[in-house]
C-alpha cells in the first residue's frame, strides 16, 4: 500500500469514527474519546476499512450491533 493510499485510509477512519458515538463518553465521538474502548472501537473500524468494506458497510456494522444510537447523527424518520 502506498503513503497516499495509507493517507486515504486514515482519512476514511476519521471521518467514519467522527459519526460514530463513544458507548462511554456519550457526547463524544470515538475520534475525539479518550476511552479504552473507543480506541478498540476505532481499531474495528480500521479492520473493516482496510479489509475492503465500504463506508456504509461499516456503519451499518456499528448500527447493527448497538442500534442507531451509535450515531451521532442518526436519520431522520417520523417524529425524530
Do not use: H
Not at 463506508?55 to 451509535?70: L, M, N, P, R, S
Amino acid at each position: 500500500m502506498s503513503a497516499a493510499d495509507s493517507a486515504i485510509m486514515e482519512a476514511r477512519v476519521k471521518g467514519l469514527a467522527s459519526k460514530l458515538r463513544c458507548p462511554v463518553c456519550q457526547g463524544l465521538s470515538l475520534q475525539d474519546s479518550p476511552s479504552e474502548l473507543s480506541q478498540d472501537m476505532k481499531a474495528l473500524v480500521r479492520e473493516q476499512v482496510m479489509s475492503g468494506k465500504s463506508d456504509e458497510e461499516v456503519t451499518q456494522y456499528f448500527v447493527g450491533k448497538y442500534g442507531e444510537w451509535i450515531l451521532l447523527q442518526p436519520k431522520t424518520d417520523g417524529f425524530n
